[in-house]
Every structure is written in structure tokens, then in C-alpha cells.
């Protein structure tokens, strides 16, 4: 017979006492989407049909819309119960409550919830991975891209190492602009991209998003970077320090503007020197000239002279 809510409040609270296990917390460093997607055991869709906002350590009742991934046992059923206000309550200090409000529909990364010997309370109990990390609120537009998002970043996870670079490079041009902002975010922090990897992503310039415009500029130092320590020719090096100067000059976000003169600045050439005492004089942006003359400076630690 399914136990009612109170007494698994009752067993929460037993879990929180001395020698019970301790609650998932959430890292200094937020995680990425992809590396939520690849650690959780339990990557669910739900909506949150009861929350119990009053009653001290009472769950969370949520409706399974789809599983997109369980390797845990067991797997939640088509409904379930989530216990969060434990890990609510031993938040750290800068950390946000947890809270759930009913007709929610989220993600959720999650773990069956189990005492320190491994027992569970609650056949049907499960807990969020991560602390507040572990709830992905889907909002009311864009629910359908969120989702795909989830599952095509799944997808990747799930795949063979040898292959996952390689769908990872891909997904950096993919349409839907969550999938694509965690592909930028898995090859930057893994150092995934090299001077292969340019030619893919100069088409990515002249993207409409901000922030794929300044990651693919992030991509393309990082393999300057790594071709110039390799001692590697970069094709076309000419055509892309023209390619480079002229967004620098005219692209209308600040924020491109600073990482287009850290990557001409990696980039080097007899007619960067020139481009960027140009800038650090002439921008309006307060931060692009400084990162001009930033640049400047460094190379003059290096060789002696101003110039790249």
C-alpha cells in the first residue's frame, strides 16, 4: 500500500539526521546543459500537478511527460513524488530557494533518493541532481526547442567518445540556438576546436545572435592559438585578417568588437599593427580601445616593439 505524503515527510526528515546521506548540492561552478545531460542518471520532461507549499519536507507530486533517459533503478513511473526542500534548506548562502508552484513545466535532472546505507524511504521518492541546478523551467514560449535541445544534447552524450567531437563541431551551426550556445560551451571548455575547425566557422560571423558571432571569434583565436604553438600554417591567414579588420570596424556589437581584436591580435600579420593603433585611438567603445592597446602592449613585451 503507497504510503500517503506525511509520512514521507517524516522519512525526509529522518534522512537529515546525523548519518543519513547528504543531499545533491549544486557546484561552485555552475554546469553546462551538456554536462547535465551527460551525468544525470534521470533526464525527465514534467509538470508539477501538486506542491505542497505548506508542510515543513513534504514532496513535490509530478506528472512524467517523457523520459529522456534513465539508467537508474528504479525509473520514475508516470507519477511521482520529488523531495527538494532539504536540499532547499542546506543551500548554500548565494544560492537561490528551491521552489516548485503547480502547472510548472520543466526538466528535470534527477536521482532516486536514498539514505546513506542506499535504501530509499519511498519506492516512488526521487531528489534533484545538483540542488537548484537539477530544475530546468521550461517557459511558456519555446517549450518545443527547449526539449529538442534536451534530447539532441542527450543524443550526443550518449554517443561513442570517438564520435562525440565530431557531433559537437556540427551542432555549433545547428538552428535551434540552445543546442548550439551548449556545443559552443562543451568545445570551448574542452578545447575541442584546432585550425581545422576555422574555415567551419567564419559562415558563423555573420549570424544574427550575438553570442554566436563572439564564440566563433573565441573558437577561431583558440586554433590561431593552437596552430601558431604548433608552429602550423593557417590557410587563407590573409583573406581572414581582411575578413577580421572589417568586422572589427563595422560590426555594431561592443562585445564582438573586443573579441575581434583579441583574435587579430592572435592572429598577428604586417597589417594588424596598423588596424589596431586605428582602434585604440578611434572606437567609440571605451573597452575596444583598451583591448587594442592591450594587445599593443603585450606584443611589445615580447618582441620589443609594437608591432605583431
Known sequence: MRRPVEGIAAALLAAALPGAGPPARAEVRPLTLYEKVGRAPIILVGEVTEAYARGKGQPARIRNHSTVRCSATPCPAETFLLAYKLDSFLRAPWEDRIVFAAGERVVLFLRPFTKEDGRSPHPELYTLMWGAQGKHLLPPEGEAAHREAVARLAAIAAAPLETQTAMLREALADPNPIVSDAAFDEVLRQRLGGPELIPRLIPLLSGRRESTRVQSLRLIAEGLEEAAAAGREVPGRDD????????????????????????????????????????????????????????LAAWSAVTGSRSP
Open 240 to 295: 581572414l585578417s581582411d575578413l577580421l579588420r572589417g568586422r572589427a570596424a563595422s560590426d555594431p556589437s561592443e562585445a564582438f568588437r573586443v573579441e575581434a581584436v583579441r583574435t587579430l591580435a592572435a592572429l598577428g600579420g604586417a597589417g594588424v599593427r596598423a588596424f589596431l593603433e586605428r582602434l585604440a585611438a578611434e572606437d567609440p567603445s571605451q573597452r575596444v580601445r583598451y583591448e587594442a592597446e592591450a594587445s
